[in-house]
């Protein structure tokens, strides 16, 4: 099973930016918890971050392309207001899980409204990096199940 994690914009901060919120571990440190838990849970993945939409958006094409299985998605600020992520996420059939570091729904009201998620399996949100493991583990549980 292949997995891909995409992480949007400023999550290559993670450490440096607004530590009262996203803590203080780096983005080497979610790099190695993730590929820890790959190995654990006997799985490839390939982790992609940028700070440009259509790049976001060509990897998630390429997913399809590859046949992916299973596409776990950050899209940072993107989540708020990006449809055309939202399209791209749309547009293919792969199982997607959206994660966020923080409570989205506890921070700013605009970070209430995810225009991505509708596209998405399901959503984990406020369980800081330990998010994207319990995202690794749902993955393998929906392909399995799908």
């Not at 530590?19 to 993730?34: E, H, P, Q």
């Not at 923080?102 to 225009?115: D, G």
């Amino acid at each position: 099973m292949k997995l891909l994690i995409i992480n949007g914009p400023n999550l290559n901060f993670l450490g440096i930016r607004e530590k009262g919120i996203y803590g203080n571990k780096d983005y080497s440190v979610l790099l190695n918890m993730i590929e820890k838990k790959a190995k654990e849970l006997n799985v490839l993945v390939e982790i992609f971050q940028s700070n440009s939409e259509g790049e976001i958006i060509d990897t998630i094409q390429r997913a399809y392309e590859e046949n992916v299985d299973g596409i776990i998605i950050n899209p940072g600020a993107y989540t708020h207001y990006s449809y055309a992520i939202s399209d791209a996420l749309a547009s293919v059939t792969i199982p997607k899980i959206e994660v966020h570091i923080s409570n989205i729904y506890q921070r700013e009201e605009f970070r209430h409204k995810s225009v991505t998620a509708s596209h998405c399996n399901g959503q984990i949100t406020g369980f800081g990096l330990e998010g994207y493991l319990l995202a690794m583990e749902a993955m393998i549980n929906l392909c399995n199940n799908t």
